[in-house]
């Protein structure tokens, strides 16, 4: 699976942003999708997961409420809203497929990753 994130940007603070990651190769809808970020100086952390179909997902606590993500399986791409930024938001975004039918919240459980998109949120 090849992963392209996109929509990354400037923001100030409160506003919102919504990423996309575009997935071509294997299956998309096989895959759980999840979104980590990464700020500098910090380790890559998560953010959200969805299952296959869409009906589950798992949030970080740091983000519940104010992110959603979904996908859409006909268009083989996963999103990520981001309403009600913070500066303490601000990172490196990625997303990743896992080659399983169960959620994770662990990096290192994700067999595929995008490049990073930046979203920088001002305060």
């Known amino acids: 699976v090849q992963l392209q994130a996109s929509g990354g940007g400037l923001v100030q603070a409160g506003g919102s942003l919504r990423l996309s990651c575009a997935a071509s190769g294997r299956t998309f809808s096989n895959h759980i999708m999840g979104w980590f970020r990464q700020a500098p100086g910090k380790e890559r952390e998560f953010v959200a997961s969805i299952s296959w179909t869409g009906s589950l997902t798992t949030y970080a606590d740091s983000v519940k409420g104010r992110f959603t993500i979904s996908r859409d399986n006909a268009k083989n791409t996963v999103y990520l809203q981001m309403n009600s930024l913070k500066p303490e938001d601000t990172a490196e975004y990625y997303c990743?497929?896992?080659?399983?039918?169960?959620?994770?919240?662990?990096?290192?459980?994700?067999?595929?990753w995008g490049q990073g998109t930046l979203v920088t949120v001002s305060s």
């Open positions: 990743a497929a896992r080659d399983s039918p169960n959620r994770s919240v662990v990096v290192g459980e994700y067999n595929y």
